[in-house]
């Protein structure tokens, strides 16, 4: 028979110890054979006399041992016991204990029961702050976590420490040891479960299912193309078509954009971001503009990305030039571009070398009127640390590849739902433009080629067309506008639209981005209109 082992983790005065006596305690427990395994000392002490038939055997982890295979594999042989608690020191990566029962040898004798993680909630900010990783990691592996001292927080700050752990963790069971009730005497403390604050699977469910539903019932209307009478109606069935056209169409650039900024933070270090780019600024934007020739991203899929770059501190100018310019030199858009203008290769080139520079040129701006020390990152006290505990430079992955992809999929997973919520808004947004769109083919606008210029950059922001797309749109308005006022669509509207202007203020600070936006609006303005296009 397997023994069953319980993994608890915690900073030394968290509970551990106090956790895994009163774990021995239980009635369930009485008639097995226990060990427990110390790797960290503090004020309190193992009972070891509360088992009722069989004595519980203590083993303290000598210094300069470390808990191993061979070490698991001696004490069930010794030992047999039924159960074993680990109480792992506080500051030891949790993972590599953990990754010890997931080997064949370790497999074949016991299982790890549960995984706890004891929090001091009176240190826990403390410790948030100056070992992010650690903390991070230890409640990133936990299936459920213990709050202790919870009386001496207010209720804000307990609510608090609690979303921040569920952002790490959404799946842990949390429980708070409080006193609770018992024959009108509150002298009795008990692990009690918390309120997630979170979606309740009950909710979630609910949710996923309606968004099916909405889904599928938006689909069948168009794939059976049902004639609606009532104007409105007709014009709600134009607005979920372009809905659901947008967002069949952006996902799965978001995906893959979540996906390279993953592997970006996981897979390849600083010092590898370093030598790829330059200590020059201006070289680094120029290799940075050309990078999207090697990784055809839409503009959609760009911001992760981006975002994964500024955690490995690459610079400013180069990420904001990949950014605005990855869309633009996308070969995908390149050649739907000269099939959208044929006969036109002069619109391309035009394209290409004025989003090239706009780009560059914004970088280099924002890189130089940005402070050194200037936090852009949103909801990041450190944009080096990651939530998910396994961005740390430190982690050692060569060992478990398994435990390498696992920290890419969650990563990628975390990144596309934070971004995915704007993304729909900002399509739910964009849907609404096109389908009250009032200039047509036929539509009449001043030569004055400010104004028209200007138009076309306030169109290409409201309707959010994929870069890949968005030159067959632009073809339409060849009748309404001249081909110079044309570029500003073609140009600006992979760098700004309303979904990735959305995305932007989830990811960055507010400030960065007003600034951001205001900047490409000026140097794309300045630059497109001195571009004589006919």
Request: hydrophobic share 45%; with cysteine.
């Amino acid at each position: 028979m397997k023994a069953n082992v319980e993994i608890v983790l915690g900073f030394l005065g968290s509970g551990k110890t106090r956790f895994i006596n009163s774990m021995l305690k239980r009635k369930e427990l009485q008639d097995e054979a226990i060990v427990v395994i110390q790797d960290e000392f503090g004020d309190c002490q193992i009972q070891n006399d509360l088992n009722n038939k069989n004595p519980i055997v203590v083993i303290n982890v000598d210094k300069n041992k470390e808990i191993d295979e061979s070490y698991i594999s001696g004490i069930i042989s010794k030992h047999a016991p039924n159960r074993i608690f680990i109480e792992i020191n506080g500051m030891k990566d949790s993972t590599k204990v953990i990754n010890i029962f997931n080997t064949k040898k370790i497999k074949s004798i016991c299982r790890i029961d549960n995984i706890i993680n004891t929090i001091d909630t009176t240190s826990f900010n403390m410790y948030f702050r100056n070992m992010k990783s650690i903390i991070s990691t230890h409640i990133f592996n936990s299936e459920t976590i213990i709050l202790n001292n919870v009386v001496k927080l207010d209720k804000k700050e307990l609510l608090s420490i609690q979303k921040e752990i569920e952002n790490i963790n959404e799946t842990a069971d949390i429980l708070k040891h409080v006193y609770i009730t018992d024959g009108g005497i509150s002298n009795k403390k008990e692990y009690v479960t918390t309120t997630r604050h979170g979606f309740s699977f009950f909710n979630t469910f609910l949710y996923s299912g309606f968004v099916l539903f909405l889904f599928i019932f938006l689909i069948t209307m168009s794939t059976l193309n049902i004639k609606i009478s009532s104007a409105y109606l007709d014009r709600f069935k134009k607005f979920y078509d372009v809905f659901i056209s947008i967002l069949i169409q952006g996902f799965p650039f978001i995906l893959i954009g979540s996906f390279v900024s993953s592997i970006i933070q996981i897979c390849i270090s600083r010092d590898t971001f370093i030598k790829l780019f330059s200590k020059n600024s201006f070289l680094s934007c120029v290799i940075a503009a050309f990078a999207g020739l090697l990784f055809p991203i839409c503009d959609c899929g760009t911001i992760p990305v981006v975002k994964g770059l500024m955690k490995k501190n690459v610079p400013i100018a180069a990420g904001i030039t990949f950014m605005l310019a990855a869309p633009i030199v996308n070969p995908i858009a390149i050649i739907a571009t000269l099939y959208a203008f044929p006969g036109m290769v002069s619109v391309v080139i035009y394209r290409l070398a004025a989003g090239i520079l706009i780009s560059v040129l914004v970088g280099l701006i924002m890189q130089f009127t940005t402070k050194n020390d200037e936090e852009i990152l949103k909801n990041n006290s450190d944009i080096d640390a990651c939530d998910c505990g396994f961005c740390d430079g430190n982690q050692d992955y060569s060992k478990n590849k398994l435990q390498k992809v696992k920290a890419i999929f969650v990563h990628a997973g975390d990144e596309f739902f934070n971004i995915g919520k704007y993304m729909i808004i900002g399509t739910f947004l964009s849907s609404i433009f096109q389908s009250m769109a009032f200039i047509g083919s036929n539509t009449y606008i001043s030569n004055d080629s400010r104004i028209s210029l200007l138009v076309m950059i306030l169109l290409s922001f409201l309707l959010s067309v994929c870069s890949t797309s968005d030159a067959f749109v632009a073809k339409g308005f060849l009748r309404a506008f001249p081909i110079s006022s044309i570029l500003g669509f073609l140009v600006v509207g992979p760098m700004l639209d309303v979904k990735n202007t959305l995305m932007l203020f989830g990811s960055f600070k507010n400030k960065f981005v007003l600034k951001l936006i205001f900047t490409i609006i000026l140097v794309s303005f300045g630059i497109l209109i001195n571009c004589k296009l006919t």
